[in-house]
C-alpha cells in the first residue's frame, strides 16, 4: 500500500463539525470556526502519530501512519461510547 495524500470534503451539518476515523484506530473531531475554518482535534489515538498544522485558512493533518481507509461522518450520522470514569469492581480475594 502507499500514502494516501487526498483533499476530504468535510459535512457540515447543523452539529457544525464532524468525525474522521482511521484505519489505525485513530478518530479526529473537526469542527468549524470563524469563516468555515475547519479546525482539528484528537479525540482518540491510533496506532500513528497525528499532526496537526494550525494555519489561517484551517488546520492541516497529517497522519504518519500506513492508512488503509479514512471514513467521513457528519456530527449528526456518528455515535460514540460514552465513558463512565467507572471504578473497576472489587475482587475478593484477589490480593490476599
Do not use: H, K
Amino acid at each position: 500500500m502507499g500514502d494516501v495524500e487526498a483533499e476530504l470534503t468535510v459535512p457540515n451539518d447543523d452539529a457544525g463539525g464532524c468525525w474522521l476515523s482511521f484505519s489505525d484506530g485513530t478518530l479526529i473531531e473537526a469542527a468549524y470556526g470563524a469563516g468555515d475554518d475547519c479546525r482539528f482535534a484528537v479525540s482518540e489515538e491510533g496506532a500513528g502519530m497525528v499532526r496537526i498544522q494550525r494555519d489561517d485558512d484551517g488546520d492541516v493533518l497529517r497522519l504518519d501512519w500506513r492508512v488503509e481507509w479514512v471514513t467521513v461522518a457528519g456530527a449528526g450520522n456518528a455515535a460514540r461510547a460514552i465513558e463512565r470514569n467507572e471504578p473497576l469492581p472489587l475482587l475478593p480475594g484477589l490480593f490476599a
